[in-house]
């Protein structure tokens, strides 16, 4: 039994597709069916089956991947523990950010931590923070600063930084001309929000709720890719207030074509954690990484 063929089995199992593995791994799929072939023959055992279309995992395909998994996060410590031995003077580290993360500090985080450590290759991944649980739990990327606390069992998150939810307006919109404006009078403009059980909505939501209040939209989108840019140009072209995190605006609002509203009864923010794998939390890149973003944290 080698490390290569438990990382493709690895891999197999956790895309449960032979073609998606083969995709990935940049190798035919042949290759990949005779790499599993012949690790079920050396073992006796029967790793894969066939329910309809998909393929699932037997009895001992379950056991296998738990060891699998064990061991090829142990050769990657022993990789970094290596790579600490040498000064952290190379080594490979890979970084996700979510949107938020990414609009504000992480970029620059990056960027100097790679200049400390010149030698040192860093990745760095920006996507939604429910993608970023999911390469995480899958071993894709070492880190992750994402939205919200973890869901998943196999990750562990520590609170690092909060970002203000803020409400905006068209620069020349009346309400941008007042010191503070209460919830009740926003209730009462066009709204321009996301749908329903996203975050922002499902915040935004419980405090109009607590206000006695309803957030009932003119224009509701869903929270795809860019779509932070369709929500400030619909405000900017005067559709409607519209609400997004603090970083997102801050261009905008520098341009002069969208204002920042003080609403007391808003003050509504959103906690920013520091993400890993349970097996991956005490890799010395990974420690190093996140022990430079604690003793940095007001830096960027």
């Known amino acids: 039994m080698t490390l290569h063929q438990l990382k493709v089995f690895s891999k197999v199992a956790k895309l449960r597709s032979f073609t998606l593995a083969a995709q990935s791994l940049d190798v035919s799929q042949p290759s990949i069916s005779f790499v ?37 996060a142990k050769v990657e410590r022993i990789k970094e523990e290596i790579n600490e031995i040498k000064g952290l ?3 490979r580290l890979v970084v996700g950010g979510s949107s938020i993360a990414s609009a504000s500090f992480l970029p620059r985080a990056v960027q100097d931590f790679k200049k400390k450590y010149p030698g040192v290759e860093v990745i760095f991944k920006v996507q939604g923070s429910h993608v970023l649980e999911k390469k995480l739990s899958d071993g894709e990327i070492d880190l992750a600063i994402i939205t919200g606390a973890p869901t998943s069992p196999l990750l562990v998150g520590e609170p690092y930084r909060k970002e203000k939810l803020v ?25 321009i929000a996301h749908e329903k059980g996203t975050p922002i909505r499902d915040i935004l939501d419980e405090r109009f709720a ?6 009932v939209p003119v224009l509701e989108m869903d929270y795809f890719g860019n779509a932070r840019d369709v929500f400030k140009n619909a405000v900017a072209d005067g559709i409607g207030i519209s609400f997004l995190s603090e970083c997102h605006v801050a261009g905008d609002v520098e341009a ?34 996140i022990d430079y973003l604690r003793r940095h944290k007001g830096a960027w």
């Open 36 to 72: 599993i072939q012949s690790l079920g023959r050396e073992l006796g055992a029967k790793l894969f089956e066939k329910l309809g279309n998909k393929i699932h995992l037997t009895g001992a395909g379950e056991k296998l991947f738990h060891h699998a998994e064990e061991i090829l």
């Open 89 to 91: 003077k190379n080594g």
């Open 210 to 215: 607590e206000k006695g209040l309803s957030l």
């Open 167 to 191: 409400a905006f307006a068209p620069a020349n919109h009346p309400l941008a001309k007042k010191r503070s404006v209460s919830l009740k009078l926003i209730a009462k403009e066009p709204l």
């Open 256 to 289: 002069g074509r969208v204002k920042v509203l003080n609403i007391p009864e808003l003050k509504l923010q959103r906690t920013m954690y520091i993400t890993v794998h349970k097996n991956r939390r005490n890799l010395p890149l990974v420690r190093t990484f």
